[in-house]
């Protein structure tokens, strides 16, 4: 049973980053992304990555968002520059095992996710 674990959420002052990380993928995932939720809003796609190592983002998040993934130890990355305070929200990593790709910024699309991190960004 593939577990995930985020870690690497925190607080920050605006223009600042973090790395947030993700433990528990396996091999047999297709892809993996981050979503996040805001208190009040629904839970939206951030970035994905397949398991060859295609990424895709969310238009709004390109350029200042990076997601990554270490194969040999199984951690999912996001990094997260120049960040403000709209970015405040849980951030959760999601692992699929079957499915398309077109819909990897769809939390219907995810069999697995993490408990999520915490990002709060202050101005």
């Known amino acids: 049973q593939v577990q995930l674990v985020e870690s690497g959420g925190g607080s920050v002052q605006a223009g600042g980053s973090l790395r947030l990380s993700c433990t528990g993928k396996?091999?047999?995932?297709?892809?993996m992304a981050w979503f996040r939720q805001a208190p009040g809003k629904q839970r939206e796609g951030v970035a994905a990555?397949?398991?060859?190592?295609?990424?895709d983002y969310v238009d709004s998040l390109k350029g200042r968002f990076t997601i990554s993934q270490d194969n040999a130890k199984n951690i999912l990355y996001l990094q997260m520059d120049s960040l403000k305070p709209e970015d405040t929200a849980m951030y959760y990593c999601?692992?699929?095992?079957?499915?398309?790709?077109?819909?990897?910024?769809?939390?219907?699309?995810?069999?697995?996710w993490g408990q999520g991190t915490q990002v709060t960004v202050s101005s």
């Open positions: 990555i397949s398991r060859q190592g295609r990424t």
């Open positions: 396996t091999a047999s995932v297709y892809y």
């Open positions: 999601a692992a699929a095992s079957s499915g398309s790709w077109f819909g990897v910024h769809r939390p219907a699309s995810y069999n697995k």
